[in-house]
């Protein structure tokens, strides 16, 4: 997987965030797509800033950003079926590595990134009061055909969360768990933890994904 493909992954996960909102009051596209150009806004205000201090932009991202994703749930989903056979302190300790190595791994790409793509939203499809649903759009890059992104996204008491997200239909979370499936059989699941809190996982194992 390239690195813009791999961008536009973190595009999705980190970049488009979810202001807190009740579920039953704002449809879930609305709020991505203004979270999306604030968040968007931040980047160009401070890009400079955040380039001369690369910790500080990740602190940024956690700050903002990641208070607005299921991490629990993406990490269960993730897991599998290893989620059952884990330890409390198994789950917590992958659930904070998997999120801090796709920040480590990706901020930088967004800052890179940043003003070369667009998004083309598409309008919702989804059933009055529904609390599970799926925002789709369209990355429009430079000289490049446009890439179908998908979010899975579900309200977790009023607040609208990020569980999955798709990239030319091949979803993150099935990519993970059939990468991590294999590893943890092979090595074991305290293994594979410490590989993500090495931030050695994903440079060894990037994400497969359509190019």
């Known amino acids: 997987m390239n690195l813009s493909t791999r961008f536009l992954v973190l595009l999705a996960a980190l970049g488009f965030t979810f202001a807190a909102q009740a579920a039953p009051s704002q449809p879930a596209d609305v709020v991505i797509k203004a979270a999306t150009t604030e968040f968007q806004d931040l980047i160009k205000q401070n890009h400079e800033k955040y380039r001369a ?11 903002k950003v990641v ?12 897991l599998g079926r290893n989620w059952k056979t884990a330890t ?11 999120k801090d190595s796709l920040i480590r791994t990706y901020a930088r790409a967004m800052l890179d990134y940043h003003d070369s793509v667009s998004a083309e939203w598409a309008p919702l499809k989804a059933a009055a009061g529904a609390t599970d649903v799926n925002v789709n759009a369209k990355i429009i890059r430079q000289n490049a055909p446009p890439i179908p992104l998908s979010f899975s996204v579900h309200a977790v008491g009023d607040v609208w969360k990020i569980y999955d997200i798709s990239v030319e239909n091949i979803s993150l979370i099935t990519n993970f768990r059939s990468q ?11 293994a594979v933890i410490k590989k993500f809190e090495d931030n050695t996982y994903l440079k060894q194992n990037p994400p497969a994904a359509a190019s």
Do not use: C
């Open 53 to 63: 201090d690369l910790p500080g932009f990740y602190k940024v991202v956690e700050d």
């Open 180 to 190: 991590l499936n294999t590893e943890i059989k092979a090595n074991g699941l305290d």
């Open 88 to 98: 409390p302190d198994q789950r917590t300790r992958f659930e904070a590595a998997f």
């Open 67 to 78: 208070p607005h994703f299921d991490t629990k749930g993406i990490a269960q989903l993730v």
